[in-house]
């Protein structure tokens, strides 16, 4: 296949549309997995995703055109999947299983559209959210990501001339390259791509996801971007997210309803999946308290997926809570994928070599770093810290707690209140790149 000449592309693009979105299927694996359990079981819940720039000194409002940003926001909602993603979909096997979705829940998404948003711009920053029944606003998140940072993108090169943009992505392969070497030299490495949401761009994520399948071969073990499993005859990779914890806790009429929330949540997704997909992602309200009042059942489950605390750390705290459950950890898997850049994956894997299984979500460090590879020294280049998170519920106010105070989102007093709750333990800041 003919390489795509990501140079020229974006000097020839810079100046007009090109959608950045283009499929439904441009989204990330574990989105169509929690999809089809909404549908399922609630479909009448309403849910809002609002974008969050944690990031703050950078105002997203005064680098990116609010017009691109619209023009971008409605081709997204023209799309709908084709016959041949249906036909993918439906015939495909994940994880194992064929069929993993349901001939009902295909014929429901043949005709998915992305609902409407809203749009306005405030103290340099947009506020963007997107409002109505859950089974619809969730697929909002990964494309409305995808758009804003490949927006940032295109303003930071729109004055690079042809040979500056040659010279700069030379730069960043060579460096992304680099660390694939790296990699290659760790002995049963297991990486995969979790690089969507906050990408270079369509293009770069691409052209990363194919070198990864040539750096690395058979220790590159898929990518969470659906559109590119498709088209690369890669596994697509994913489970599950904070916002279901999220949302059931919302939900939630009691404080014993709040404290049980996460494990609801668990025994709902055992009703649609099992085996390798039945992956623990335990911090939305804080490791500690979730492995404090975890049901012996979850040390049945395949794995935990650690997401804001350090990874050395969180994961042996999750092998010491195997240990005390009768759990060999070594028959367990660990997924790392919070922030990771090459030392990081180095570091934890050999930590934990021998002592569990255990694979690396490698994303926006991935996807997304040009640092130092401009000819000319800029900042808008530079990745962010970029999320769309549920804000509400039914109307009601949704909270993350994480394992990083900083990552928290949420009011502040519902904040405190899940505080008084779950508690405070373990929760450590820590500077939050991306």
Same mark, same amino acid.
């Given at each position: ?6 140079? &020229? ?21 574990? *989105? ?11 479909? /009448? ?21 609010? %017009? ?8 997204? &909602? ?16 994940? $994880? ?16 998915? =559209?992305?609902?409407? $948003? ?43 001339? @042809? ?5 700069? $992505?030379?730069?960043?392969? #060579? /460096? ?18 979790? %690089?969507? =949401? ?20 058979? #220790?590159?073990?898929?990518?969470? !971007? ?11 990779? %994913?489970? !599950? ?24 949540? +668990?025994?709902?997704?055992? =009703?649609?999946?099992? %085996? !390798? ?11 500690? #308290?979730?492995?404090?009042?975890? @049901? ?26 195997? =240990? ?5 950890? *070594? ?17 934890? $894997?050999?930590?934990?070599?021998? *002592? ?37 519920? !039914? ?11 900083? *990552?928290?989102?949420?009011?502040? /007093?519902?904040?405190?209140?899940? +505080? ?15």
């Amino acid at each position: 296949m003919a390489k795509t000449d990501i140079a &020229r592309r974006v000097y020839n693009h810079t100046w007009k549309l090109d959608p950045i979105v283009r499929s439904l299927l441009d989204t990330d694996f574990y *989105k169509l997995l929690m999809l089809q359990m909404i549908w399922g079981i609630y479909p /009448k819940v309403d849910a809002t995703f609002s974008l969050i720039n944690r990031t703050t000194s950078v105002r997203l409002a005064d680098e990116i055109d609010e %017009g691109e940003l619209r023009e971008q926001l409605d081709h997204a &909602r023209t799309l709908r999947f084709s016959k041949k993603e249906m036909i993918w979909l439906g015939g495909n096997t994940f $994880y194992g299983r064929k069929q993993i979705f349901e001939p009902e829940f295909l014929a429901w998404l043949e005709d998915f =559209r992305l609902p409407e $948003y809203e749009l306005s711009r405030r103290d340099g920053q947009f506020e963007l959210s997107f409002s109505g029944p859950w089974m619809y606003t969730t697929l909002w998140e990964i494309p409305a990501l995808a758009i804003i940072n490949e927006l940032r993108s295109r303003a930071a090169l729109r004055s690079f001339g @042809p040979f500056a943009l040659d010279v700069l $992505y030379a730069r960043a392969k #060579a /460096k992304m390259w680099d660390k694939t070497e790296r990699l290659k030299a760790l002995p049963g490495i297991r990486i995969s791509d979790f %690089g969507t =949401r906050r990408r270079h761009s369509f293009l770069w994520q691409r052209w990363c996801v194919e070198a990864l399948k040539e750096g690395i071969g058979d #220790a590159f073990t898929g990518t969470s !971007n659906v559109l590119l499993a498709m088209d690369n005859d890669l596994e697509a990779l %994913g489970t !599950n997210a904070h916002e279901l914890p999220m949302v059931f806790a919302a939900l939630a009429n009691s404080e014993k309803e709040l404290r049980e929330a996460p494990y609801k949540v +668990l025994q709902d997704w055992q =009703r649609y999946y099992g %085996g !390798n997909l039945l992956i623990v992602l335990p911090d939305t309200f804080g490791t500690a #308290a979730f492995l404090r009042d975890a @049901p012996d059942w979850i040390a049945d489950w395949t794995g935990f997926r650690p997401d804001s605390a350090p990874p050395i750390e969180g994961g042996e705290k999750i092998l010491s809570w195997w =240990r005390e459950k009768g759990k060999d950890p *070594k028959q367990k898997l660990l997924i790392f994928s919070d922030g990771l850049e090459v030392e990081t994956i180095e570091e934890t $894997y050999r930590h934990f070599k021998g *002592k569990v299984r255990m694979s690396f979500g490698w994303g926006t460090n991935l996807t997304n770093d040009f640092e130092g590879c401009a000819p000319t020294e800029t900042k808008s280049l530079d990745a962010i810290s970029l999320v769309c998170k549920v804000s509400e519920a !039914n109307g009601r106010p949704a909270v993350k707690l994480s394992d990083n105070p900083a *990552k928290a989102t949420g009011d502040g /007093k519902e904040i405190k209140r899940y +505080l008084r709750i779950f508690g405070e333990k373990d929760r450590v800041r820590q500077l939050v790149k991306v």
